[in-house]
């Protein structure tokens, strides 16, 4: 997902003050990448890796730690284990759905093949357990090692919720947990844990990680019906795909015989025709699907700003608050 398009960006002031730690997160994920045996396994990840992400998450991890006070090496370590866990599901998830680009580029599995793609990602995963352990502190390792199991879940849920008109709000909720909001928290999560800070501090950014990371998917899936070439995706990607996001969802749920007829057509049996994609859009539109998932992303956007009030005042403390405001301004 694209972060581009407003004016302000609070994700790049961000990177602007953890400069010298990103840098050190980069080296250290170059560095871990190597193998000596498998000339691949850099190949592809630098593909990955060298893309052009905002590396949001490992910066995640490197503010919390900040915020907490925390003066030791570690929070680069868990910045790089959070990146090499983030990039090992792109790679998986490029596979399951068959993607053949990401971030404007083409993907792994479409330059070398599935297979590589697949045991690369087992190989950052290997990787990112191994700098856990470095840090010597195994709370830190139980909640990366729960996060990484969570999105593992999310992932096998949306398989089978996606294109079952049965699936709930409360099911989709479930799957963006999983696939997104699980590395957002435990990102935040074991910067707070490293510094040693206190509960109430830990789980605030708990708090904060989790929400924002559900704002950000549900604004993800808005963006496939209502973004533009700048948000970095195709409209309708989603529909074509046949995955049953929340507006969706929202508009099967008050469909009319007629209508649902359509939705089985398209998302459940995937017989798709020219047209469909605006068909569905205008459904979309009838039942105040977009507005009302809009209006639930910055719910989701205002509880995560809402979290951070324990936390002492802090330049990155306001960045954050900056950023839950930024990732639903594209939808506002």
């Excluded at 007629?258 to 009838?286: H, M, P, S, Y």
């Amino acid at each position: 997902m694209s972060l581009d398009v407003a004016a302000t960006k609070p994700h790049e002031k961000l990177a602007e003050v953890l400069a010298g730690e990103m840098a050190e997160v980069n080296t250290l994920i170059r560095a871990r990448m190597a193998s000596e045996h498998a000339p691949r396994i850099p190949e592809v990840t630098a593909h990955l890796v060298e893309a052009g992400g905002k590396r949001l998450r490992p910066m995640l991890t490197l503010a919390a730690a900040n915020m907490c006070g925390y003066d030791g090496p570690y929070h680069v370590h868990l910045a790089a284990t959070v990146e090499f866990i983030h990039t090992a599901t792109l790679l998986h998830d490029d596979v399951v759905d068959e993607s053949a680009q990401r971030r404007g580029r083409p993907t792994a599995n479409l330059l070398w093949d599935n297979t590589s793609s697949v045991l690369v990602g087992d190989y950052l995963f290997a990787r990112s357990f191994q700098l856990m352990v470095e840090t010597g502190n195994m709370r830190v390792l139980d909640i990366l090692a729960n996060a990484s199991a969570t999105i593992a879940e999310g992932e096998v849920l949306q398989l089978t919720a996606a294109q079952d008109l049965g699936t709930s709000e409360e099911i989709y909720l479930k799957v963006v947990r999983g696939k997104t909001a699980a590395l957002f928290s435990a990102a935040m999560e074991v910067g707070g844990v490293i510094a040693a800070a206190d509960e109430t501090l830990v789980k605030a950014l708990f708090d904060y990680g989790d929400a924002l990371g559900v704002s950000f998917q549900i604004v993800d899936d808005l963006l496939d019906y209502w973004g533009s070439d700048a948000t970095g995706k195709n409209i309708g990607d989603d529909f074509r795909e046949r995955k049953l996001t929340l507006p969706v969802i929202k508009a099967v749920a008050r469909a009319n015989e007629e209508e649902r007829a359509f939705w089985v057509r398209t998302i459940q049996k995937g017989k798709q025709e020219d047209g469909d994609l605006q068909t569905a859009l205008d459904l979309l539109a009838k039942h105040g699907a977009m507005e009302e998932t809009r209006v639930e992303a910055v719910a989701w956007a205002d509880q995560a700003k809402a979290a951070l009030a324990p936390l002492p005042d802090h330049d990155i403390k306001q960045m954050l608050i900056d950023l839950a405001d930024y990732v639903v301004a594209r939808v506002s």
